[in-house]
């Protein structure tokens, strides 16, 4: 008992951590550039980042949400990055049939999609692509994020608090149950995960109903 009570402690500090005030600084601050300037995309990014943060309420009540729910909030969060970035940004997402049902602790890979806009896209003139890929390998799933990076910035970025807050998010859920590897080359950054593969009976059925072709 005292062992779950100071995991779900631990998930709980993290994950009020994982909206990262820069985030929002440099939303806010997109926003009031935009108001003199494009009138319209400032109330685009507006109503966006409302979007996101009402998204957010409540999952500090929940130890797990689907995959599919947190690629939702990566796609609003990247929505409201590419006001700021436009064309320099683009997303990808490969998923595997079935695993947008599999059930992960909230706001896991988000940090990880922030770090690969804030220290690999943002750093680049032409920009590049962030992308999430999610495999069913037995009973694990594996989940990387890639994007296109300098390799003096990725250098840089591995000082910062994201990838050790997902890390240890990871042991404090799974032990060793889980893994987490971080590599950049080639000019990728990519981070890979592999954890149990879960999911409720019930969201797994609505899922792949959802994906049967019509």
Known sequence: MEATVLTRDAELKA???QVNPHFLFNSLNS??????????????MCILLAEFLRM????????????GEELQLLERFLAI????????LEMRENIQEGCRAALIPP????????NAVTHGIASLLDGGTVSVTARRMDS?????????CDLDAAKARRGGLGLPNVRQRL???YGQESDMRVTAENGTFRVQLSLPFEASALLASEVMEQEQPR
């Open 31 to 44: 926003i009031n550039a935009l108001t003199s300037i494009d009138p319209a995309k400032a109330r685009e």
């Open 107 to 114: 706001l896991l890979l988000q940090p990880l999609i922030e």
């Open 171 to 173: 042991a404090a859920r």
């Open 140 to 148: 694990r799933l594996a989940i990387v994020i890639e994007n296109t």
């Open 56 to 67: 957010t309420l409540g999952l500090g009540e929940k130890s797990s949400i689907s995959l």
């Open 15 to 17: 994950l009020k951590a």
């Open 81 to 88: 990055e590419k006001v700021r970035f436009g064309s320099r």
